[in-house]
């Protein structure tokens, strides 16, 4: 009985121990830092600090490659590597008629099934909150842009005064192009944010109707 109660009290403080660890990764904000390039393409290289360098997480994205690191008073302590570039999956051979009926039952989200004013809206909304509690100190948005359907290029026009309204030092250079598909974007950042204010933002629009239709809409088979 003595040994049952010792182990329930060493559960007890370490979930004690567990749920004050994640208070203070929601509540003592994050140093950030980063650079994504779309361009042929997605590269991105972005690194988190928290609590003066105790805790940092960096990652590099090239293609389908993914590199993470985790670093404790600035030492790495775990690396993950993901998947080289160039590699390939092994993928086992079907039949004509198998693949025939995965083209029919395949069917993903398209910019079509989210361009509508009500999705745009909250996205945007969202979009303004994140800056607003991301507050960076440096940011830099410089590219090309465009869109199959022209009026999602227009709305996505909104970003730009958007950002500027937040961030007055922001250096923007973003060119919609009306007449093709593209994506050409250079964005890097530096700043710092808190990650519970984050988490409740991102779990509120989450939630709202539009964004809950597009989200969790059943895929007709």
């Known amino acids: 009985m003595l040994l049952v109660l010792i182990i329930l009290k060493i559960l007890l403080y370490l979930l004690f121990f567990l749920v004050g660890l994640v208070l203070l990764l ?128 227009g709305m996505a026009c909104g970003v730009s005064g958007i950002i500027s309204s937040i961030i007055p030092h922001a250096r923007l250079h973003l060119n919609p192009d009306f007449t093709q598909e593209i994506m050409d974007l250079d964005l890097r950042a530096e700043g710092s944010m808190v990650v519970g204010s984050l988490a409740y933002q991102t779990i509120r629009t989450v939630f709202k109707k539009p964004i809950r239709k597009i989200l969790f809409r059943k895929r007709k088979s």
């Not at 600035?74 to 693949?99: F, M, Q, S």
């Not at 083209?103 to 989210?114: A, P, Q, V």
């Open 26 to 153: 929601l509540i003592i904000p994050f140093n950030y830092s980063g650079q994504v390039l779309a361009s042929d393409g997605l590269r991105a290289q972005i690194a988190l600090g928290w609590a003066w360098r105790m805790l940092g997480i960096s990652a590099e994205i090239e293609g389908e490659s993914v590199d993470i690191t985790l670093r404790i008073l600035d030492k790495r302590v775990y690396k993950l590597k993901g998947r080289e570039a160039g590699t390939k999956e092994e993928k086992p051979e079907h039949k004509p008629e198998e693949k025939k009926k995965e083209k029919k039952t395949r069917k993903g989200f398209s910019l079509k099934d989210i361009v509508n004013r009500e999705f745009i809206n909250e996205i945007l909304e969202y979009l303004k909150r994140v800056l607003d509690i991301a507050k960076p100190k440096y940011f830099h948005l410089y590219g090309t842009y465009g869109f199959e359907d022209p009026s999602l290029t």
